[in-house]
């Protein structure tokens, strides 16, 4: 069954049924919609880029362990917010994890207070990636209609050029540029300098999800 993508939820990846069905029903307890996995097979079978919420996965499952469960999702384009844990102190394989794209390592036993504090962080960190990858796709759409000589004059104004600096670069008088300013204040739907300069951030953002 497919959780629905509008509702942020905990997924969970332990091989250890006791394990597994204690560490759901501590998160359910806490309010948390949770769905649960044997193995990080079964999980990738469910992965969906709608999906949000947070992972919580073992390293040490069968056949694809947790490193390499996170390491396959970070080719993914929805990187879902990780958290490793594991019983034994294995600094190498914490390291590994890390280095692949978790956002922390949480030795068992888990302690309540911390998994939850850890688990809320990473949530939260997750919507607001989701938020700015939406506004971000939404703004490399109104840069594609943009003309080549709007998406110049564009390009100048990201590098904080001034609409003098701009006429300068491009050859142009500086009442053209303020033409073609007006003009891309339509288009992107935009009112001040700022929010031009943010469009663009959000741009050059859209690469990095």
């Not at 922390?104 to 990858?133: C, E």
Request: proline share 6%; hydrophobic share 45%.
């Amino acid at each position: 069954m497919q959780i629905e993508p509008a509702i942020p939820t905990v997924f969970v990846v332990e091989d250890d049924p006791e394990a597994r069905d204690r560490l759901c029903l501590h998160l359910q307890v806490a309010g948390l919609v949770v769905k649960s996995y044997e193995s990080a097979e079964a999980f990738l079978l469910d992965h969906t880029p709608e999906l949000t919420g947070c992972l919580i996965t073992d390293v040490r499952l069968p056949r694809m362990d947790g490193v390499r469960l996170v390491e396959e999702l970070s080719r993914r384009p929805n990187r879902l917010p990780v958290i490793v844990i594991s019983g034994y102190a294995e600094t190498p394989l914490v390291v590994e994890a890390m280095r692949a794209g978790a956002v922390d390592f949480l030795n068992k036993p888990l302690d309540p207070a911390i998994l939850l504090r850890t688990l809320h962080a990473a949530m939260q960190q997750a919507t607001t990636t989701v938020s700015l990858r939406s506004e971000a796709a939404a703004a490399g759409f109104r840069i594609s209609t943009l003309s080549p000589r709007e998406r110049e004059v564009f390009d100048g104004f990201t590098r904080g050029l001034s609409t003098k600096q701009v006429a300068n670069e491009l050859g142009v008088s500086p009442k053209t540029i303020e033409t073609h300013r007006s003009h891309l204040y339509e288009k992107l739907k935009v009112d001040t300098p700022y929010a031009l300069v943010r469009i663009g951030v959000l741009r050059a953002l859209l690469g990095h999800f």
